[in-house]
């Protein structure tokens, strides 16, 4: 961090300057100081990643109050940061896709020209770092020498989110080896501004590789490297190139013959990816020796091997989750992960210098500062930390990280699963008939809206493959773009399965256990993907049997498998007319295959209902 006095000259370079300044291409140099040319700086620092570094960064940050350090015995090296109130969640609403053509941004995007929108922000962006520090972050997505890896320069004179993508991406000397290798890099800008919600813009540039942020410090809309470059950007280019870049967590399970099957899942944010991920399966497995693994919580890339398969790497190298819910009885390994080193935002602080949050273990405290650092006490009506609080940490501190997290060839994906909360209609797990129909089944995925966008949470909305808020280009071109990747790999694809947590009994009460028990069906797919489980076929696709879920050591609830399992035709209906009208928004790119799926559901329903079998 930068200790030189407050100069004018906004060329004032700390940091890495001579060495990475000197190994960047003489493109991202240019594109530094036109930066630094347009917003002012007082002082550039170029980041370098190191140990050093963020303690400096962090000492500034508790100077100026912006962080809180916490009990250094309970969570050595941990701090606290509390956002402005107004700044809590990704914000869709004021997202956009500034492609060339408006038709290529889709209609689940906000489009706007780019250029327009680029001289617009850049009045916004105009003497907007004057009087602070342009941090200048070079960044690796991905392991190093990975032929999906990607590289980007993150701009921002935020601290906190300089520290947030220190622990979310690779930075440092192997980011800046990278850049040598590169055909190309990302440029991310972003300022705080004056986090007016009203002056809020987070804007992608897909033809320029360029995103624009202003005005939040929230980690969706701040962290350029996340979903702006992991998922809108690369999204773009993977359409491109011939590969998919995917808002899924990447498992592996290891069976009791020493087999290893990697899994890949897609599911809305805040949907319990990081928990499926990080899942310690229950005791009578582990004795068996099923073991699992975890190589990413929220972005998976996927390209095809030599072999014909395709491969997943995680781009990120940290940890961005969801606190509320996070528990040593939901997740254990996050907890252990958590123990230190970790930076969490809009928790709640307890008098001893420790967090809370609603769902963790132990009593609420009798008293406690809450996310917004007001006094709080468990009967005042209101949450103590924000719903939608959240934990960065390094990914290399989870207990169960996979060993083949830095492999750069990444991990063969066997099956990939879609899930959403649906408390009806969606029964707890489906195989799809083929990789056709599981597009359909990732483009119909629906599931009730969370605290992690701004906006009414529990709505039903379609988010298809979870990628909603996070395709970077038309739905329906990217619908294209899979089926089309499924007739490349032809039977190498992995399979696809649709699984529901979260349908509840008519007293509203979950069905289904969850978290470890979440274990019954993971092995289920296993064992359909090793040729050995049974399924039935039923007009949604092949289901388990209570015996092969052996739901019988469950002790559920009389008829809850029943529920769990069942397709109830009304339901289903209406869920396929639903889903008829949404398809219809695409109609002019639509591919008539997912329109036939469609049909052919409503009609395997009708038959079925005729036979008496649903
Ligand atoms: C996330 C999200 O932060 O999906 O991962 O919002
Ligand atoms: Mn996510």
């Known amino acids: 961090m930068s200790s030189s006095p407050p100069q004018a000259n906004p060329s004032a370079q700390t940091g890495t300057s001579p060495n990475t300044r000197q190994s960047l291409s003489a493109q991202a140099m240019q594109w530094v100081d036109s930066v630094a040319q347009l917003t002012r700086p007082q002082i550039v620092h170029w980041c370098t990643g190191s140990a050093d570094e963020a303690t400096r960064l962090r000492a500034l940050m508790i100077?100026?109050?912006?962080?809180?350090?916490?009990?250094?015995?309970?969570?050595?090296?941990?701090?606290?940061?509390?956002?402005?109130?107004?700044?809590?969640?990704?914000?869709?609403?004021?997202t956009f896709i500034c492609s060339r053509q408006e038709s290529n941004a889709g209609p689940s995007n906000n489009w706007s020209d780019p250029v327009y929108m680029q001289e617009f922000l850049g009045k916004l962006f105009h003497g907007c770092m004057r009087g602070r520090v342009m941090y200048v972050i070079p960044y690796l997505l991905g392991p190093v020498g990975s032929p999906l890896a990607q590289v980007?320069?993150?701009?921002?004179?935020?601290?906190?989110?300089?520290?947030?993508?220190?622990?979310?991406?690779?930075?440092?000397?192997?980011?800046?080896?990278?850049?040598?290798?590169?055909?190309?890099?990302?440029?991310g800008l972003h300022s705080t501004g004056n986090l007016d919600p009203e002056q809020r813009y987070i804007c992608h540039f897909p033809d320029d590789n360029l995103v624009m942020s202003f005005s939040s410090n929230y980690g969706g809309n701040a962290l350029l490297a996340k979903k702006c470059h992991a998922l809108r950007l690369a999204s773009v280019s993977a359409r491109r190139e011939g590969w998919l870049?995917?808002?899924?967590?990447?498992?592996?399970?290891?069976?009791?013959?020493?087999?290893?099957?990697?899994?890949?899942?897609?599911?809305?944010?805040?949907?319990?990816?990081?928990?499926?991920?990080?899942?310690?399966?229950?005791?009578?497995?582990?004795?068996?020796?099923?073991?699992?693994?975890?190589?990413?919580?929220?972005?998976?890339?996927?390209?095809f091997g030599d072999d014909g398969r395709l491969y997943a790497i995680?781009?990120?190298?940290?940890?961005?989750?969801?606190?509320?819910?996070?528990?040593?009885?939901?997740?254990?390994?996050?907890?252990?992960?958590?123990?230190?080193?970790?930076?969490?935002?809009?928790?709640?602080?307890?008098?001893?210098?420790?967090?809370?949050?609603?769902?963790?273990?132990?009593?609420?405290?009798?008293?406690?500062t809450d996310w917004t650092g007001q006094p709080w006490t468990p009967d005042c009506g209101r949450p103590a930390a924000h719903p939608n609080s959240r934990f960065t940490v390094s990914a290399r501190q989870c207990p169960c990280i996979s060993p083949d997290f830095d492999n750069p060839a990444g991990v063969p994906i066997?099956?990939?699963?879609?899930?959403?909360?649906?408390s009806t209609t969606m029964p707890l797990v489906?195989?799809?008939?083929?990789?056709?129909?599981?597009?359909?089944?990732?483009?119909?995925?629906?599931?009730?809206?969370?605290?992690?966008?701004?906006?009414?949470?529990?709505?039903?909305?379609?988010?298809?493959?979870?990628?909603?808020?996070?395709?970077?280009y038309h739905l329906a071109d990217y619908w294209q773009h899979w089926l089309e990747m499924g007739r490349r790999g032809g039977a190498l694809m992995p399979r696809i399965y649709h699984v529901n947590w979260?349908?509840?009994?008519?007293?509203?009460?979950f069905l289904w256990p969850g978290f470890r028990e979440n274990m019954r069906v993971l092995k289920w797919i296993v064992d359909r993907l090793r040729q050995r489980g049974t399924g039935v076929t039923t007009p949604?696709?092949?289901?388990?049997?209570?015996?092969?879920?052996?739901?019988?050591?469950?002790?559920?609830?009389?008829?809850?498998?029943?529920?769990?399992?069942?397709?109830?035709?009304?339901?289903?209906?209406?869920?396929?007319?639903?889903?008829?009208?949404?398809?219809?928004?695409?109609?002019?790119?639509?591919?008539?295959?997912?329109l036939a799926e469609n049909e052919a559901l409503r009609q395997r329903i009708r038959d079925a209902e005729l036979k008496g079998t649903i």
């Open 63 to 94: 100077r100026d109050g912006s962080l809180v350090p916490l009990n250094e015995a309970a969570h050595p090296n941990s701090f606290l940061a509390r956002s402005d109130v107004n700044d809590v969640a990704r914000v869709e609403g004021r």
């Open 152 to 187: 980007g320069i993150q701009i921002t004179d935020s601290p906190y989110v300089v520290a947030n993508i220190c622990l979310m991406t690779r930075v440092g000397g192997e980011a800046i080896d990278e850049f040598n290798r590169q055909p190309s890099f990302v440029r």
């Open 245 to 303: 870049a995917e808002h899924m967590m990447v498992l592996g399970i290891t069976s009791p013959d020493g087999v290893k099957t990697y899994i890949a899942g897609a599911f809305p944010s805040s949907c319990g990816k990081t928990n499926l991920a990080m899942l310690v399966p229950p005791e009578a497995d582990l004795r068996a020796g099923w073991k699992i693994e975890t190589l990413g919580d929220d972005i998976a890339w996927l390209r």
């Open 314 to 368: 995680n781009p990120e190298a940290g940890f961005f989750g969801v606190a509320p819910g996070t528990s040593r009885a939901t997740n254990p390994n996050a907890i252990d992960t958590l123990r230190e080193n970790v930076l969490f935002t809009n928790v709640a602080l307890r008098e001893n210098g420790t967090v809370w949050w609603e769902g963790l273990d132990g009593e609420p405290p009798v008293a406690c």
């Open 414 to 422: 066997s099956a990939i699963i879609f899930g959403g909360r649906r």
């Open 430 to 472: 489906f195989e799809a008939f083929n990789w056709q129909h599981g597009t359909y089944l990732g483009a119909t995925l629906t599931s009730e809206k969370t605290a992690a966008a701004a906006g009414k949470v529990g709505q039903l909305r379609f988010d298809p493959m979870a990628m909603l808020p996070f395709c970077g």
């Open 502 to 509: 979260f349908r509840k009994d008519w007293g509203g009460r």
């Open 540 to 594: 949604l696709g092949v289901m388990p049997t209570g015996q092969s879920l052996e739901a019988g050591s469950l002790g559920l609830a009389p008829q809850a498998l029943e529920e769990l399992l069942a397709v109830k035709p009304d339901e289903w209906y209406r869920e396929v007319d639903r889903r008829e009208e949404f398809l219809a928004r695409f109609s002019d790119r639509l591919p008539p295959e997912l």
